[in-house]
């Protein structure tokens, strides 16, 4: 019960994102670049082609996700002995109908491959001189589209529908719990937190729109969001089978300097989470607010 309360009040309280991104030209055709979202970082080259008299841009990313934090040890984990990296492969086309009077019409398309591969250790029965570790093979596929349309005036409002599907199966620890140590000679009992179960995958299945709206003047952008998500059996490739949560966001995002450094933003939003089919440790409806803090992302990106 108090696993099931602590994880309810994380939907409830407010949510805290950091997110940066640094890129750097090394050739015409080639940047270097780094971002941080989530308490990942994500390294790699980013290769562009580019056809302006067609506005046709084609994008690859090829790039190595790893935590900046080991969450028992509190400290940087970037090196090559880390169990948990992910490799990822981003490909993007993007065309541009914008011609020099007119309005701006612009339309991006993504897929994304990621692959893991990470050890997992418990102590089945709580018994610390006995442990068992597996490696599990993580992946995820992706495909997001991206458009942009305004009337290409000064003051004119800008529209940017988004529309995202995703399928993830990636294996996670199971969580700690106390056991108990066996007493000391003296009589001292001592308690041991440990993880006694194996870990587990249940495929994901998670469409997403949201359309990013600016009125054309002011501070402000408005993001009403919506996510669907299928949730499958761990033994079980597909995610159709077990549970559905649907999410409703609404979003409003401050630009603290619109024409200099538009790329900098902060968010709020309520949130409804309701279930529509299954079962799971929370509410059939929770409830809450989001905040986020977000660097290096275009004005109106957000999926």
């Given amino acids: 019960m108090r696993q ?12 805290m994102t950091l997110a940066q991104e640094v890129k750097l030209k090394v050739s015409p055709y080639v940047n270097a670049t780094t971002s941080i979202k989530e308490g990942l970082i994500e390294a790699g080259p980013e290769l562009n082609w580019e056809k302006m008299a067609d506005g046709k841009t084609f994008t690859l990313r090829p790039s190595i996700r790893l935590p900046l934090t080991n969450e ?3 400290v940087l984990q970037i090196d090559r002995f880390t169990s948990t990296w992910k490799s990822v492969l981003a490909a ?6 914008t011609q020099e009077s007119g309005g701006i019409s612009r339309h991006s ?7 893991g591969h990470a050890k997992f250790t418990y102590y089945p029965g709580g018994d610390q001189s006995f442990s068992i570790s597996n490696g599990k093979n993580s992946y995820a596929f992706e495909i997001k589209y991206a458009g942009f349309f305004s009337k290409g005036q000064s003051g004119a409002a800008q529209f940017s529908p988004q529309f995202r599907l995703r399928y993830a199966r990636d294996w996670q620890a199971a969580s700690e719990v ?3 140590n066996t007493p000391s000679p003296g009589g001292f009992t001592t308690v041991s937190d440990l993880i006694v179960d194996p870990p587990s995958v249940r495929p994901v299945f998670s469409p997403a729109f ?5 009125p054309g003047k002011g501070n402000f952008s408005y ?24 999410r409703l966001e609404s979003w409003i995002f401050f630009y603290p300097s619109v024409t200099d450094s538009p790329n900098v933003k902060i968010g709020i939003s309520p949130f409804l989470s309701l279930r529509t089919k299954g079962t799971d440790s929370f509410n059939k409806a929770e409830y809450g607010g989001m905040i986020t803090l977000k660097f290096g992302t275009s004005f109106l990106q957000f999926l």
């Fill in 223 to 246: 993001s009403p969001t919506i996510y669907y998500d299928f949730t499958g059996d761990s033994s079980d490739n597909g995610p159709f089978g077990n549970l559905n949560r649907l």
């Fill in 4 to 15: 099931i309360y602590y994880y309810s009040m994380l939907l409830l309280c407010p949510l």
């Fill in 178 to 180: 106390s056991v108990l």
């Fill in 92 to 97: 993007q086309f993007t065309k541009d109908n």
């Fill in 109 to 115: 398309f993504t897929g994304q491959f990621e692959y």
């Fill in 210 to 214: 949201s359309l990013q709206i600016y």
């Fill in 72 to 74: 028992a040890e509190n």
